[in-house]
């Protein structure tokens, strides 16, 4: 994953005339990541996945059970189990 100072660092290596395969070389990165950074000319932008937890439709459940008592998670994961909820379909 390149960063903002590395792909500045690219950036800078370039115009101080270092060819595509040296810039690589010098920074430890393929010589193809470093000419898609050159060519696009923007930092990168990584976006967020959005992804559902697994216990979703067992939030409201596991939420009555913290209200009444204070569980460690290996406790709620103890009840689930008894509930039926295996353990694969979880994580």
């Not at 990165?29 to 439709?57: D, I, N, Q």
């Amino acid at each position: 994953m390149v960063g903002k100072e590395e792909c500045m660092d690219i950036w800078a290596l370039k115009r101080q005339g270092y060819s595509i395969r040296a810039i690589a070389r010098k920074l430890g990165l393929h010589r193809k990541t470093v000419k898609k950074y050159l060519a696009s000319k923007e930092f990168p932008a990584y976006r967020k996945s959005k992804r559902k937890s697994a216990l979703e439709p067992w939030h409201g459940t596991i939420e009555d059970w913290l209200s009444t008592e204070n569980y460690q998670a290996t406790r709620v994961h103890e009840m689930l189990a008894r509930q039926g909820i295996r353990a694969a379909t979880l994580w």
